[in-house]
């Protein structure tokens, strides 16, 4: 019988959380339908794209709201279970609300490492197609900076023509065996500067053991400088600033390629965020629901649930804040980034270990 009953709870509970998760991906879409609609409404495209590339774009974002999905899916269920008297029959046969709570937060736990490691690299690969997409029916990207496995490359209007500069390693405002070639408005070669350096702090770049070869009427003209300046719209912050945005890396490849991808030029500090928010996702999802339990299981009585309701938005709002005061503090290096990821968890689990042996006494 025991088994039966913890059977039904997690069955409940699953599909619970697969509802409100079809509901939030239902939204998703729509809202972002039309944003992408509105991006390609001046393009001789299908309306299969825009449907297409939000279809991919929504998982990811499920994911980054999975704490409030887990919340509101245990605040659900748990009302039900209480309204329904499922709640009072779990307890006749032995099953306290701390045990009640313990098996949907490790379901909550599991969830979350499942997202990680079985769905996040799918989401990721989806985002990467979406951006790609984008990027090709965008009329508006004069300029490109990509980090892979040959490095940093950037491609730079100037005036009259165009610059492309590679370089083999990134390291803090440092840039090493640069080389920049200099096109004209028809894309011919008029100049090559290779340096050994580059200090990319400001946008004015101060290179090092410089070699500027000019290409005029069919001869070659080379030059050696100890140092050489050129003017970029790019600096160190503003390249870094491209690549905060790990949406398109999955957990293992942030585990898998960590150092090789600090040696591409990837900020460590960035890095280190990224991956302690991802790590953090399986114990916030636990805490959320304690949370939910918390507010739901306090007692067995039937009651509107308009109050939790309104009760669970408010929550969802201030956690929500929470967790960008936190981020906040760690780019404003009040704190370091990987505590800002770790906070609202300790934070919120040191309320909540309190509300779960109050409610584990009723």
Same mark, same amino acid.
């Given at each position: 019988m025991i088994n039966i009953l913890f059977s039904y709870l997690l069955t409940g509970y699953l599909k619970t959380v697969l509802k409100v998760i079809s509901i939030f991906y239902c939204f998703? +879409?729509?809202?972002?339908?039309?944003?992408?609609?509105?991006?390609?409404?001046?393009?001789?495209?299908?309306?299969?794209?825009?449907?297409? +590339?939000?279809?991919?774009?929504?998982?990811?974002?499920?994911?980054?709201?999975?704490?409030?999905?887990?919340?509101? =899916?245990?605040?659900?269920?748990?009302?039900?279970?209480?309204? =329904?008297?499922?709640?009072?029959?779990?307890?006749?046969?032995?099953?306290?609300?701390?045990?009640?709570?313990?098996?949907?937060?490790?379901? =909550?736990?599991?969830?979350?490492?499942?997202?990680?490691?079985?769905?996040?690299?799918?989401?990721?690969?989806?985002?990467?197609?979406?951006?790609?997409?984008?990027?090709?029916?965008?009329?508006?990207?004069?300029?490109?900076?990509?980090?892979?496995?040959?490095?940093?490359?950037?491609?730079?209007?100037?005036?009259?023509?165009?610059?492309?500069?590679?370089?083999?390693?990134?390291?803090?405002?440092?840039?090493?065996?640069i080389s920049i070639f200099q096109l004209d408005e028809d894309y011919v070669l008029i100049k090559r500067i290779y340096a050994k350096t580059a200090n990319i702090s400001e946008n004015k770049w101060e290179m090092k053991k410089v070699v500027v070869s000019s290409f005029e009427n069919g001869m070659t003209i080379e030059n050696s400088f100890e140092e050489y300046f050129i003017d970029s719209t790019y600096n160190h912050e503003k390249i870094m600033g491209l690549f905060r945005n790990f949406d398109t890396m999955s957990f293992l490849e942030l585990i898998l390629n960590y150092k090789d991808l600090q040696k591409k030029g990837y900020n460590k500090l960035y890095l280190d965020q990224n991956l302690n928010s991802m790590m953090s996702i399986p114990f916030f999802l636990f805490i959320m629901t304690a949370l939910a339990s918390i507010l739901t299981m306090n007692t067995l009585k039937k009651s509107n649930n308009f109050t939790y309701i309104f009760t669970g938005l408010v929550t969802c709002v201030i956690i929500y804040y929470f967790k960008d005061l936190s981020l906040a503090l760690g780019q404003t290096n009040r704190i370091s980034l990987s505590l800002a990821a770790w906070i609202p968890v300790i934070a919120i689990g040191m309320f909540s270990s309190i509300g779960i042996l109050q409610i584990n006494e009723k």
């Open positions: 998703g +879409l729509i809202l972002n339908l039309f944003e992408e609609i509105e991006f390609f409404k001046n393009l001789d495209t299908s309306i299969l794209i825009p449907i297409t +590339l939000t279809a991919l774009y929504i998982p990811s974002l499920i994911i980054k709201l999975l704490p409030f999905i887990i919340f509101i =899916s245990s605040m659900w269920f748990l009302l039900y279970l209480r309204n =329904s008297k499922d709640l009072l029959s779990l307890k006749v046969f032995g099953f306290s609300n701390f045990k009640i709570f313990l098996a949907l937060a490790m379901t =909550s736990f599991l969830i979350g490492w499942f997202m990680l490691f079985v769905i996040n690299p799918v989401t990721s690969s989806m985002i990467k197609y979406y951006e790609k997409t984008k990027a090709e029916y965008s009329r508006d990207i004069d300029h490109l900076v990509t980090i892979n496995k040959n490095g940093l490359w950037i491609r730079e209007n100037v005036e009259n023509g165009y610059r492309i500069i590679s370089a083999d390693e990134t390291k803090s405002n440092i840039l090493k065996n």
